[in-house]
Nanobody, 116 residues
Framework: QVQLVESGGGLVQAGGSLRLSCAAS????????MTWYRQAPGKQREWVAR???????IYATSVKGRFSISRDNAENTVYLQMNSLKPEDTGVYSC??????????WGQGTQVTVSS
């Protein structure tokens, strides 16, 4: 099993920055990729950014150029650096661990609130 714990959320003004962390433990060798998701109030969860074991990254159009996903293999941690935040970035941010084409573990989520 894989356990994920997110941290780093909070309240920030529009234009500000936050860095989220997702620490993995357990059977981490089974993980192929890590993905950040977010869910705004009253909306469906959407993916935000993804990083593969090889370091390849991909971003949702809405965050491209503002967010950056990275990983520290020594710390078994994935980060999401969020810059130029907008009120529409508000939501609960969760990380998901992928293995063989499916999500095998979710974190509990961390709240990000961007005020205008």
């Amino acid at each position: 099993q894989v356990q994920l714990v997110e941290s780093g959320g909070g309240l920030v003004q529009a234009g500000g920055s936050l860095r989220l962390s997702c620490a993995a433990s357990g059977s981490i060798s089974s993980i192929d990729a890590m993905t950040w998701y977010r869910q705004a109030p009253g909306k469906q969860r959407e993916w935000v950014a993804r990083i593969s074991n090889g370091g390849s990254t991909i971003y949702a159009t809405s965050v491209k150029g503002r967010f950056s996903i990275s990983r520290d293999n020594a710390e078994n941690t994935v980060y999401l650096q969020m810059n130029s935040l907008k009120p529409e970035d508000t939501g609960v941010y969760s990380c998901g661990a992928w293995s063989v084409g499916r999500v095998i573990s979710w974190g509990q989520g961390t709240q990000v609130t961007v005020s205008s």
